[in-house]
């Protein structure tokens, strides 16, 4: 009898709540128009992965005896690669950018909150705009596509008027 009289009293809460579940996923799975951030956040991403996979190719004809490869870097050693420095010595729009990403940090790009990780087989990492309630994000790894997305579970935070 107990057990029954708390089914019913939770079943209204958890009939309400499946339909506003379901509509906030709906409204994060349609991904909208490209803001000027995630235009932005993409060139980054593909800047990362330039930067990640420098030096590592060879010629096209092996080497004997083979080397190995270095490991690919920790995202802290991104910050001081040849590449990035190259980059940020540019007068145009990719130099801006490399000179606008705080290298190493977790968030290299206002709003944007990075998860890397390396080893020497293959690096992988994540790029997600905390500002988006639907957790927009790109991900990468060491093959060089790039994939978008959003958390299928929305997150529920107050965003501060000034960072939108």
Known sequence: MGRSIVIFLLAPMLLVSQPQRLAAQEQCSSVGPSSERRTEALRAVRMFNSAATAGRSGPLVPRVPRQPLPPYPSWSDLATSVSVGTWRTD???????????????????????????ANADGYAFTLTDMRDRCGFSYSSDERGAILQGVTLQPRFSVIPAETQ
């Open 91 to 117: 007068g145009g729009p990719m130099g801006d950018l490399a000179r606008k990403i705080r290298w190493g940090d977790q968030e290299p790009l206002p709003g944007w909150q990075i998860h890397w990780i």
